[in-house]
């Protein structure tokens, strides 16, 4: 029976390679679909949670992940020899950069090495991991034309990047539209047709990997540039006495030609900060230098001094020293509602406050302790308790369930990096 066939009969086993924050929404995406799942890990904490049912990430649903595994359709392993058992696989392994800002191609190149020699003939194979144009066909293609298969005749290779937004409530995986980049027409076939029947979302081919990769990094450094321009426009307006806040707010009324972006203490998550430098990276190889790119991750890191510079500004007016002032740094997640910290724009902050030897704590309804990935330290987040100790507030996260008329009411000095309070008139605040 043809691939095709078998999965317009769900009755291909679907293989997941990483079950992160990418890869475990799509193995339940996929498993309520109708589809037998088989999840490999290295992490034994994420192989024993999904056997038990137990979820830990934020956009999975705790009922779906218990139903799908109940049910028998989700199961995770670190055993690659089970690799023969599935007929598709989705490789959803981190992409991160190294200290030099290059990319970090190792998890994909491992599980690849791992799975090469476990495939049955007729696999699909999907890459969905961010990273830069040309990872598909310089990293995969190889390691699996040594085991012996055929691009395009017997086995199937594409690049379809992950787009997980989390905390969006509106897109999930199941419902936001998919790019397919296959390395033969055979390959985009195959591929589309096996989107199509797991998504609630229209599935779009185009011709190539590369095509698809460059696609995933023109999206999120669209993202970055306009963000640094909205975080240097913010600074000047802080020079000029004008509230960028309003300013947004005035050209977003505009219907067409304007998308609104918003300033911040940083840009978090994996996408944003990490996958522009993919690009500046692969970009080197032909004698391009990316100078917009490398300009506004410039700006966007520079944005936590800014903040901790207008700390100091606030803290002086009371006549207190950032050295001798108590400081609560308000959410901790890179975005709110969440408790996703990768590239937290509060480590920024953290790193220039400690410069400055200053007293802080930090609360986070959604985060107990954390990690800082830049000077290793681990921080435990405090329950709000007195708030009348603090000389100075710096909303970092502006979650929801945090009740910012009450902190208005306190009369405590308010650093509002994200526009959390709009509508509160208090003398106490300032935004950024």
Not at 160 to 186: L, Q, W
Not at 192 to 211: G, H, M, Q, T, W
Not at 222 to 251: K, P, Q
Request: glycine share 6%; proline share 5%.
């Amino acid at each position: 029976m043809s691939l095709a066939k078998s999965i317009q009969e769900k009755s291909v086993k679907i293989g997941v390679v990483g079950l992160g924050y990418v890869g475990l929404p799509m193995a339940v995406t996929v498993a309520k679909k109708g589809y037998e799942v088989l999840g490999f890990e290295v992490s034994k904490y994420a192989i024993e949670h999904v056997n038990k049912g137990e979820n830990y990430i934020g956009d999975v649903a705790d009922e779906d992940l218990k139903q799908v595994v109940s049910a028998g359709k989700l199961s995770a392993t670190a055993d690659y020899q089970r690799m023969q058992e599935v007929n598709v696989v989705l490789i959803a392994v981190p992409t991160p950069l190294d200290l030099y800002h290059q990319p970090d191609t190792t998890y994909i190149e491992k599980s690849t090495k791992a799975m090469a020699a476990h495939l049955q003939e007729g696999t699909l194979v999907v890459l969905e991991s961010t990273t830069y144009p040309g990872t598909t066909r310089e990293i995969i293609v190889p390691e699996l034309e040594k085991a012996g298969l055929k691009v395009g005749e017997t086995v199937f290779i594409a690049f379809s990047p992950e787009r997980v937004d989390p905390g969006n409530e509106t897109y999930k995986t199941h419902n936001t539209p998919k790019v397919v980049g296959g390395m033969t027409p055979a390959c985009n076939e195959v591929a589309k047709l096996f989107y199509e029947s797991i998504l609630d979302a229209p599935v779009a081919l185009v011709s190539s990997p590369e095509v698809a990769e460059m696609e995933k990094i023109y999206e999120n450094t669209f993202r970055n540039i306009n963000i640094a321009l909205a975080n240097e426009m913010t600074v000047l307006c802080d020079r000029m006495g004008i509230s960028i806040w309003e300013v947004v707010d005035a050209a977003k009324t505009k219907p067409y030609g304007f998308m609104a972006f918003y300033p911040g203490p940083g840009v978090g998550g994996h996408c944003i900060p990490i996958d522009p430098f993919y690009l500046t990276w692969k970009a080197r190889e032909y004698d391009f230098h990316t100078r917009l790119i490398e300009l506004a991750g410039e700006i966007n890191i520079a944005m936590p001094e800014f903040v901790v510079q207008r700390a100091i500004r606030m803290l002086n007016k009371q006549g207190v020293a950032i050295s001798r002032a108590k400081i609560l740094l308000l959410g901790a997640a890179y975005k709110k509602d969440i408790q996703d910290m990768r590239e937290s724009p509060i480590e920024g902050v953290i790193t220039q406050l400690e410069n400055y030897d200053a007293d802080f704590e930090i609360h986070d309804p959604y985060v107990s302790e954390f990690h800082h990935e830049k000077n290793g330290k681990q921080y435990k987040t405090v329950a709000m308790g007195n708030l009348k100790k603090y000389d100075l507030i710096i909303i970092i996260t502006d979650h929801s369930n945090i009740d910012y008329q009450k902190l208005a009411d306190t009369g405590i000095a308010i650093l509002d990096t994200r526009n959390a309070s709009k509508g509160i008139k208090a003398k106490n605040i300032e935004l950024l």
